[in-house]
């Protein structure tokens, strides 16, 4: 079944497209997808999403081991999530991060300051999505889609790169420890190192010694800006977890429609007629109250 992009009318207008959708057999469910953003990190992680979406507003407060967070996106969203360490907020939001940073206070004005592992996507008909080390390392990310449909891979790099790190691309917070791993590009800022000028294309743009080694610790992850072929993904009408220090091996699992989802297909099928009008208007109601 072919996944549509949700209708953005009128309250009337848009419950009698859902209306005449559901008879169909369209599910409302599949306009949102669900994230799940899990810490298992020894170490409290600040997540953040850009562009952020109403429920959350791109930030969030720490979570320690084992918490997690949930929110939700649209069909047409594209944006990023990253984690944030080594933060220290006042009770006012103020405050700051050794990596990840995304402005002056707890809720994010721009996206992650270098050195930063980000988890990217595109939700569409078909999901692309992918973890990226373009912009260094600081965190283990691992990208899990939960009952989709396709190749729908987990990806990301659970490796720690910050044990491995070069000393010229690292960086150091309290006492020495490393923190994080810069990027060739933010330290030496070369064309050939940032895949530009007369490098700015996939033929000239070749793989570098440190982009090796970030590849060779995490085979799924973009390790330069032309890392196309091993490290883009897709899926369809998936709920995703973005794990942080977790193994790629990790049953995984994610909150959809107030409940806990470990496996198997999350559809409308078999329900009575009027309890899909019913959770269409819902839906559609709560889509037009977010566009207000």
């Not at 993904?233 to 909150?255: I, L, N, W």
Request: proline share 6%.
């Amino acid at each position: 079944m072919m996944i549509m992009e949700c209708p953005n009318q009128s309250l009337a207008a848009a419950a009698l497209l859902f209306f005449l959708l559901v008879l169909s057999g369209f599910d409302p469910s599949e306009c949102l997808r669900t994230f799940t953003i899990v810490n298992y990190c020894r170490e409290p992680v600040w997540p953040a999403v850009m562009p952020g979406d109403a429920e959350n507003g791109g930030s969030s407060g720490s979570l320690k081991t084992g918490q997690s967070i949930v929110f939700r996106a649209p069909v047409g969203w594209s944006g990023r999530i990253w984690g944030r360490s080594n933060c220290n907020f006042d009770q006012t939001g103020n405050g700051s991060c050794l990596t990840g940073d995304c402005g002056p206070s707890l809720k994010c004005s721009a996206s992650g300051k270098p050195p930063a592992s980000l988890a990217e996507f595109t939700l569409t008909t078909t999901d692309f999505y992918d973890v990226s080390l373009v912009d260094g390392f600081n965190l283990p990310m691992v990208v899990t889609p939960i009952n989709g449909k396709g190749n729908c891979s987990v990806v990301g790099c659970s490796s720690d790169l910050r044990r491995s790190c070069p000393p010229e691309l690292a960086v150091k917070g309290n006492g020495g420890r490393v923190v994080g791993c810069r990027s060739a590009c933010d330290v030496f800022n070369t064309d050939e190192y940032c895949c530009r000028g007369a490098y700015g294309n996939p033929v000239t743009c070749r793989p570098t010694y440190y982009s090796q080694k970030f590849k060779r610790a995490c085979p799924t992850a973009y390790s330069y800006a032309y890392d196309d072929p091993t490290s883009i993904f897709t899926c369809s009408g998936a709920d995703y977890v973005v794990s942080f220090c977790s193994s790629r091996k990790q049953p995984e699992c994610t909150y959809h429609d107030n409940r806990l989802m470990c496996g198997g297909s999350i559809s409308l099928k078999g329900q009575k007629w009027w309890v899909k009008m019913i959770l269409a208007l819902v839906i559609t109601k709560y889509l037009t109250m977010r566009n207000l």
